[in-house]
């Protein structure tokens, strides 16, 4: 039997020794630690991205803000906006965008394209901050919210303590391989 994503579900066991659903809870960390490595990699990153773009450091300082900008504002209202939809869709539909946003952002030879890209895939995260912890919740039994929460949010620590920093060598490698 595969493995259920509907709310309310554990999976293929569904009696009293069900275990978490992994697969499920870490998809949810994985969308966690590609938001906050969105968010935070174009800090380690500011002499390349403003050599490419043909800006100012100061100007890509802003990569971050936009982004958290976007995620302050969108995570209260989409939420709540969202609050009655089923949260599989929901969080599809924030994984597209945030793709779309990140897309363009990769893509972009301006920097006015790239910080309205950056405040999109912003907006994304903080409707996936909103949803996350509530997705996790929905798809275990009662006594296994803790430890669901636990793995659906160890994508956090993992990208700011992995992520950005291997992202940031692999940036500076790609861009000092670019030179030569």
Do not use: K
Not at 56 to 83: D, F, K, M, N, R
């Amino acid at each position: 039997m595969p493995l259920s994503l509907t709310p309310g579900h554990v999976g293929e066991e569904s009696g009293p020794r069900a275990g978490l659903p992994t697969a499920a809870l870490s998809g949810l960390a994985a969308s966690g630690f590609l938001c906050i490595v969105t968010e935070t990699l174009p800090a380690g990153l500011v002499p390349q991205i403003a050599s490419g773009l043909r800006v100012s450091e100061a100007i890509v300082g802003q990569l971050v803000a936009v982004y958290a900008l976007g995620s302050l504002l969108a995570a209260i209202p989409l939420t709540s906006l969202t609050q009655g939809f089923h949260r599989r869709p929901v969080l599809l539909a924030t994984i597209v965008c945030f793709v779309i946003g990140n897309t363009l952002t990769a893509l972009a030879g301006s920097i006015a394209l790239v910080l309205v890209a950056r405040f999109v895939a912003g907006c994304a995260a903080g409707l996936a901050w909103g949803i996350l912890a509530g997705y996790a919740r929905s798809i275990v039994r009662p006594d296994q919210t803790g430890p669901a929460m636990a793995v659906a949010m160890v994508g956090v620590p993992l990208a700011l303590s992995l992520g950005v920093p291997l992202g940031t060598f692999l940036g500076g490698w790609w861009a000092g391989a670019d030179r030569s």
